[in-house]
């Protein structure tokens, strides 16, 4: 009995062994495609994947199969060669897509909110020509309103420019540049409207460095002020004395 289970295991290796070395994939994928709520504009894509190689495909938009070696263009005159193959995958675009989209458009609505950030392009001074950018990322759907405010009020016109990105993975980024001049006191703010966020994002500019740095140097500046009147009026004082000291010596 032990002697039969370990053949057993033994057979099983080998066999492990052999498959693992030489694997075969055939993948039959299919697709439903579209960006219209009203489904308009759906595509039923069928993909014949031997080993990762397509070798055949069917698009509704051709209405027929194309093939992309010796054997996928055999297979793909065969099956346009079959009305009754050629009318079900007709079909199939209102009874598998478009049904099922019907079906899914509400519940698989994928919502993501965007990641938002305001930040200076580079060291940002007050009294200076700055360019701010608000950063909008990672969100899907691509719908998205970005606003400037300045001290709660809405910016426009042509100081304002933005970049908008697909990264290809289902997700979006977007970034808005204002050009302005920046104040101490007025707060900049960048206003995001998704439908991932349930209301609307504020995101003000963070100007704390800005702030605790001119303090600095105030403080630093201040410490040098004081430094130079106590060096002074030491130098003054010591000139007196001194000076004292010299003229006082006659009359003593
Ligand atoms: C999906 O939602 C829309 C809008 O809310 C609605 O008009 C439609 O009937 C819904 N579809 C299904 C299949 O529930
Ligand atoms: C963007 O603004 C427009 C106009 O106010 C509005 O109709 C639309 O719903 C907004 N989009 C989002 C994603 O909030």
């Given at each position: ?35 219209k ?31 992309y070696?010796?054997?996928g ?33 509400n ?24 360019t ?92 040098f ?28």
């Amino acid at each position: 009995m032990r002697t039969l289970t370990l053949a057993l295991v033994l057979v099983g290796f080998a066999f492990g062994c052999v498959s693992s070395e030489d694997v075969y994939v055939f993948q039959n994928i299919v697709e439903c495609e579209y960006s219209k709520e009203d489904l308009s504009d759906m595509v039923y894509i069928i993909k014949l994947v031997f080993n990762q190689k397509l070798m055949c495909s069917y698009d509704s938009r051709l209405g027929k199969y194309v093939g992309y070696d010796e054997y996928g263009i055999k297979n793909a005159a065969h099956y346009n060669s079959q009305g009754w193959k050629m009318k079900q995958r007709k079909d199939e675009l209102e009874t598998l897509c478009r049904a099922n989209a019907r079906f899914y458009v509400n519940s698989t609505t994928r919502k993501m909110p965007p990641i938002v950030t305001v930040r200076p392009t580079e060291k940002a001074h007050y009294g200076q020509l700055t360019t701010l950018v608000c950063h909008a990322y990672a969100f899907y759907p691509q719908a998205i309103n970005m606003t400037w405010l300045l001290d709660g009020s809405e910016v426009t016109g042509d100081v304002i420019s933005t970049e908008f990105m697909d990264n290809g993975d289902w997700s979006y980024q977007t970034h808005s540049h204002l050009d302005l001049v920046l104040h101490r006191g007025v707060s900049v703010s960048c206003r995001v409207e998704h439908s991932g966020l349930e209301k609307p994002l504020v995101v003000q500019w963070d100007s704390t460095s800005l702030d605790s740095r001119t303090a600095k140097l105030a403080v630093g500046c201040s410490f040098f002020l004081i430094g130079l009147i106590v060096a002074f009026s030491a130098a003054y004082i010591y000139y007196k004395r001194k000076h004292r000291g010299f003229s006082s010596l006659p009359l003593n």
